[in-house]
């Protein structure tokens, strides 16, 4: 994964060298293009976008997770949005197509689909088992939330499941917050800090989960509202 440096270096010089930008950015290897088209303000990205072909958005697309391409597809008009759409493979258009159902600017908006829902009595190897199945379709360590009779317990966190195999899994279980799924930025903040460094577990009406809102989607929103991008060099403007 591409270190914080290397996407500060690579954000301003697509920033200052608007004449440059697009081969700069087609000369990024193609796993980290996701991650740096994200780091961008809006109207960049629009750009950017804008000069790529509809199967060199889709490869970028495919290295992302669903949350983070539905984001970048939301740039997108339309017309051209629904065209990239066929074109992602079944796992992450199903997941975008989901997504894409709610408003941005509410907690299912931001949320991520990166997780498995556990029965707290089910066998910490089946639970091994049900992680791998995860990783393999995914590429991803999924967070671990624990259930009984339909209500969230909280969150097993990942290293229980290795070291204590032969053990009650109860005594390890955290509490999470939650959010109501259709609840307003303003709100996923303020919970936010009431419990920093926490995951917020988004919440249907029936009390059913629907996604997690990761702590570093949280903070990029909070950039977003202050008017400020910590990848930004000081003194770095841009063109609007």
Known sequence: ???????????????????????????????????????LPKKIQHKILNELTDDEITLILHHLDPDKSTDVLQILNNK??????????ANIKSKVEFLLKFNPKTAAGIMNLDYVLINKKLPIKEISKTIQIHEERTGKFPTILIEEGGILLGELPGHSVTLHKNKDISRYIKKLPTINYNSDEKDVISIFKKNPHHKIVVMDYDKSVMGIIYSDEILRLMEKQSGKNLYFFAGVHYET
């Open 80 to 89: 051209r949005m629904d065209q990239i759409i066929k074109k992602l493979n």
């Open 1 to 39: 994964m591409i270190q914080e440096k290397e996407i500060q270096k690579l954000v301003y010089k697509l920033i200052s060298y608007p004449q440059e930008r697009i081969n700069l950015f087609r000369a990024i290897e193609l796993n980290n293009k996701g991650d740096i088209l994200i780091s």
